[in-house]
Structure formats: C-alpha cells, structure tokens
Nanobody, 127 residues
Framework: QVQLAESGGGVVQVGDSLNLSCVAS????????IGWFRQVPGKEREFVAT??????????YYSESAQGRFTISRDNAKKMVNLQMNRLKSDDTALYSC??????????????????WGQGTQVTVAS
C-alpha cells in the first residue's frame, strides 16, 4: 500500500558526504519499517540501514560497514526517511534503494523480507 522514491545520489570523492532521501506515497507510513539497501551489478543486494516503525520501537539498525559513518532518520509527518552518509569510501559505490517491510525485528536486516522497493539512486565515490 506504499510507494517509494529515492533521491540524493551523485558522484563524490572519497571522504565526502551525501544525504539520500526516500519519500513514501500512500497511507499508513507509520506501519512500515523503511530500509536502505545497495547493490552493484553482479553482486548480491546488501543491507545498509533500517529505521524500524514506531510501533516496533523506532530503532535504527546498521550494517557493520555503515555503523559510525551513516545515520538513518525518519520524519513520519513528511513520510520521509533519510540516509546521511559521511566519510564515503570507494566501496560505497552502488545503487541505493529504499524498501518497506512489516517483518518482525529478527528479520529487519534481510532484503527478502521487504516487499515494496523504490527504483534506486546511484552513488558513485571516486577512488
């Protein structure tokens, strides 16, 4: 019941920052976890971060790579989730997509537990 659209990607240098946005349309935004995943052609989709829905505690979850560098935040009134990415590395280069889920927290890092996806925004970090 939710549609997602990402923006904010671009071409930056190592050490730079980007702020990605995921905007939802539809209803019941508060009922969904919103996660960020990334993928490089030929590679598996990789979990980056998720903002859990308020009813499940509203906690932020991060991959090991994102921890300490990225910050996910949620604005329920604007139906928006942001991913602030700092100290970017060349390995961060990927297509970044946001997705929604209502999974139990035990599965919140699993891409196959998310059912609605945006089309993605490209992040390229020059090495």
């Amino acid at each position: 019941q939710v549609q997602l659209a990402e923006s904010g990607g671009g071409v930056v240098q190592v050490g730079d920052s980007l702020n990605l946005s995921c905007v939802a349309s539809g209803v019941n935004f508060r009922n969904y976890h919103i996660g960020w995943f990334r993928q490089v052609p030929g590679k598996e989709r990789e979990f980056v971060a998720t903002s859990a829905r308020p009813g499940s505690g509203g906690r932020a979850y991060y991959s090991e790579s994102a921890q300490g560098r990225f910050t996910i935040s949620r604005d329920n009134a604007k139906k928006m989730v942001n991913l602030q990415m700092n100290r970017l590395k060349s390995d961060d280069t990927a297509l970044y997509s946001c997705a929604s889920s209502q999974v139990a927290l035990s599965g919140i890092r699993l891409s196959n537990m998310y059912f609605t996806w945006g089309q993605g925004t490209q992040v390229t970090v020059a090495s």
